[in-house]
């Protein structure tokens, strides 16, 4: 029997599924739209050294890489000459690709979001797939503050729109970091390690932290020193938590632009799910300034994140570019969504329609199929979605058939009711049936 | 300089390209899901052996193949070792796996649309890429003529609806193309060579299939008389298109079926864009009931075409499965219809909008930007895409910039006038410019 598994770590995904995940994508868009970001989709396979070298040496293991073809296959050769094109392996590095290539046809302040797949030869686990998609909305081109607070509102109106009433956006800023470290005078070679410790604060709580920082040769007396500060903001409002911070760095050059950058955000962003974070530090290493994420409770990570990164955009011309982005996780997104059970509420609510069809059309009687497909025209223009059975040898029962796929309603067709222009129609709800005017089916059932 | 080109032969979509796209791809979704026809995806990638021997030995070529990772590969192997994935080559192969592997989830008639990329390494040329997107649309499970009526329907329906008025979906059959092969003595083993020929028709005129038939030792005789009866089938109406056509063939049990097929097929479709053309082969060898194309007049190719192939869809089973297919050719439409300025005229209808945003906030006065945010939300509420300029140090200037990016009306923000509630908003297409209340505003901008 041959094998007709999708390739491992990869998924079909079925009607409802699909469902799912159009409704999910719908609200980013309209939100992302809202606010002026504008689509862009990149190829999925790129020239190879496009990609190498940009994800660090783990990365660059996950790529996926196309054999050469025909004459260009030496098979003798290793592997950096087998192969000369990739797969997308995230959605920032063709963006950067584009803005400089594109740079005369895009906006000096090119707003976009992408929402494509993205590949990743990563061992696969519950949640982690090799083809995902990513969903990245990034501001290039501008250093305002603005920017940052576009974002988070927008990344808050979407959550919010999804039906998440428990999420926090946490945000903190790459400068306060450094200024926080160099209040307690962890030196500049030890900031790092630091750094990766403290992210894992939620994780592996105080004592954790403690014992990294003991193991990475740091002073535990600064690490207490971190902590105490940590423990006093997690009570403070954020106005509350900024000033402590100012207390704590003192007179520290960029840690102050980096306070008031974040009072800045915080001042145009006018929601209530933002809270500063002091020990969040984000792992990726091109953060440059604020940094943000967002989580609920039901989900060890995050569900998305984001910050500015000023010194990425430019890496193929010449210039600095600014950018700040945000990135949802919509893998994630959807897990939750459907553990909570939030799309049967949609459902529930007239949202969203995971079933195939609002009804299906049948007849007993061959000699209407005719008919039928003219009934099924005319609902269709009333807005229905309309199957028609579609077989007159009748192996299968249409009704029994329609509870099998789940159709709320069918339309049965019989000369003797046609001669008067009605027919039944069926509930698959109730089991109810009554005979009704062609006429009036589509407003029977829409109610 | 870093090369920053999309792969040779794949293309980078910016925002006004995206929203062409997805203008077409939205009337195909909403005409599809009307007739009750549901979404698929399958991934990109699929395990080698799906897709090896499936597309000939030319196609197969075609394939990108990935190279395999770490301790896997040999590079020492050869290709057919080298490589254990390959991308999507067309979207048939995948939903025969899928309609094997979720044979109990799915409904035993399965309607589904699939509107993906499919990647072929072919050369490059105009119209002709390595990354485009397929769009098909088959019913899986019945053998019924409802089904070629409702895909000739709904194909009708999307041409019609994307602005179309002057296509043609020509039907045929194969068993009526053999039955006429039969009539003119063309033996079995010609039969094939002749469809070749005939169906160049279009392209190399009656002398190219003569000298084609000629070449290929096909008795000239029979030509003549096929080219005859297509001659004289062209001024024919359906109806005695196909009595001529019964005639000639004769009591070719096969060739009667047909003719009762398409007879069943025109009776049930009610569009004028349907008609009979017997010389219509359609290369691929796989269709086994009637097959159908749809043409444009300034395309030498088709935009559309399908037909039943019953012997595919169980190539991963034990069962044959009755299929019936349309595809659509989504990068052909989009060309046609740029070329015809139909995306312009859409624009000047409403229909489609291709600027990034409906309104720009901005102001010259930097104290002011929690009022440009907070106004920007409100207009957001109403519905517009509201861009706000995000540089509060004014390098470009607002107005300018929102000519650059053809943004239809900016507000511009002054304390005076916020003081009264009021604001100006100008009107970019036609220079007015007025002093507005800021509670007016969305309603001015929308009329």
């Known amino acids: 029997m041959t094998n007709t598994n999708p390739a491992r770590g990869m998924r079909d995904f079925l009607p409802s599924d699909i469902r799912k995940r159009e409704y999910v994508i719908g609200i980013i868009k309209e939100v992302y739209e809202s606010y002026g970001f504008e689509p862009l989709e990149t190829p999925a396979v790129e020239n190879i050294e496009t990609l190498t070298g940009k994800y660090g040496e783990e990365g660059n293991q996950l790529i996926y890489k196309i054999l050469k073809r025909g004459e260009k296959l030496d098979a003798n050769a290793g592997e950096k000459d087998l192969a000369d094109l990739a797969l997308r392996y995230d959605l920032t590095v063709p963006l950067a690709r584009v803005v400089t290539n594109h740079r005369n046809d895009l906006p000096r302040f090119f707003k976009r979001y992408q929402i494509q797949p993205v590949w990743r030869a990563d061992r696969p686990a519950r949640g982690r797939f090799r083809e995902f998609y990513q969903c990245d909305v990034d501001a290039i081109g501008s250093s305002s503050m603005i920017v940052e607070a576009e974002l988070c509102a927008a990344g808050n109106e979407i959550l919010s729109g999804l039906g998440f009433d428990d999420f926090v956006i946490r945000i ?240 049965l067709v019989k000369a003797t009711e046609l001669a008067e222009n009605k027919l039944t129609l069926k509930n698959m709800r109730t089991g109810e049936q009554e005979t009704v005017g062609t006429d009036e089916v589509a407003g029977k059932i829409k109610k």
């Not at 990766?196 to 932290?209: T, Y």
């Not at 920082?213 to 403070?236: C, M, P, Q, V, Y």
């Not at 509350?240 to 915080?266: D, M, R, T």
Request: glycine share 8%.
């Open 172 to 411: 903190n800023h790459r400068e306060i970091l450094y200024a926080m470290l160099d209040a307690v005078e962890i030196n500049e070679e030890k900031q790092t390690d630091a750094l990766v410790a403290l992210d894992k604060l939620d994780k592996i709580g105080s004592e954790g932290v403690l014992k990294e920082f003991e193991t990475r040769g740091i002073d535990k007396n600064a690490a207490n020193k971190l902590l105490g500060l940590f423990d006093e903001l997690k009570t403070s409002d954020n106005l509350h938590a900024l000033e402590s911070l100012s207390k704590f760095i003192g007179n520290h050059e960029k840690g102050k632009q980096g306070v008031n950058q974040i009072l800045q955000i915080l001042q145009l962003v006018n929601v209530n799910s933002l809270k500063i974070d002091a020990s969040l530090a984000r792992g990726l290493s091109y953060y440059t300034g604020a940094i943000f994420e967002a989580n609920v409770p039901d989900l060890a990570g995050s569900i998305a994140s984001g910050g500015r990164y000023d010194g990425l955009i430019g890496m193929f011309g010449k210039e600095q570019i600014p950018a700040c982005g945000f990135s949802l996780g919509l893998e994630r997104i959807l897990v939750v969504m459907e553990e909570r059970g939030m799309f049967q509420k949609l459902v529930e609510e007239g949202k969203l329609k995971l079933d195939s069809a609002d009804v299906m059309i049948a007849s007993f009687d061959e000699s209407l199929v005719d008919e039928c497909l003219k009934i099924a025209g005319d609902l269709r223009k009333s807005g229905l979605r309309t199957l028609v059975y579609p077989e007159a040898d009748q192996k299968i029962k249409p009704l029994k058939y329609a509870e099998q796929i789940n159709v709320p309603f069918v339309c």
